[in-house]
């Protein structure tokens, strides 16, 4: 079965960096796009970029070009997401998520189950 | 960037009712229409992609329609476990965008 594991969340100052990482089992993860989307807490979803399935290509919210980076490792089938120069605004929930259909961007069939980031003094 | 804007905001309803639930975009998105529904603490669920295609798993009650900007969900005989926050996201073009969401509650 499809799962997909986030790791490296937590607290961190303003203007500080963090990596968030996706472990991902159950499906041929190179032949897939995959996603972060965030929520701050207690509002809706923020799509925050996609890479995809063989990294040749990246997209990222106006919110987070230029300070965070989408990459992925397909030998180690894990999806990364590097944020630098936090904002408090940068706190919520944060999924990855997996592409419905391979080598084409849809929908999000699967979601990890979230990890905290939260950006304080 | 392609602005969705979901209505109502919110909604009562009781079980056994029919929901209709309503997303525009601000430009034409075809049928590029993707409806999520999410329950507190948990991440969202995938329900309709292409605006009208029931996700597999999915009980047809939930069915989706539309193009262009004007998009509906609707939930048929409503049950106890489809009281949540449903999304629309459109996937037309990057940067993804999704509605604010609506909250199906119990009245």
Known sequence: ????????????????SLRLSCTASGFTFSNYGMHWVRQAPGKGLEWVAVISYEASAQYYADSVKGRFTISRDNSKNTLYLQMNSLRAEDTGVYYCAKEREPYRSSSLDYWGQGILVTVSS | DIQMTQSPSSLSASVG????????????????????????????????YAASSLQS??????????SGT???????NLQPE??????????????????????????
Do not use: H, M
């Open chain 1, 1 to 16: 079965q499809v799962q997909l594991v986030e790791s490296g969340g937590g607290v961190v100052q303003p203007g500080r």
């Open chain 2, 17 to 48: 009712d029919r929901v209709t639930i309503t997303c525009r975009a601000s430009q034409d998105i075809t049928n590029w229409l993707v409806w999520y529904q999410q329950k507190p603490g948990k991440a969202p669920k995938l329900l309709i």
């Open chain 2, 57 to 66: 798993g999915v009980p047809s009650r939930f069915s989706g329609s539309g």
């Open chain 2, 70 to 76: 004007d998009f509906t969900l609707t939930i048929s």
């Open chain 2, 82 to 107: 489809d009281f949540a926050i449903y999304y629309c996201q459109q996937a037309n073009s990057f940067p993804w965008t999704f509605g604010q969401g609506t909250k199906v509650e119990i009245k």
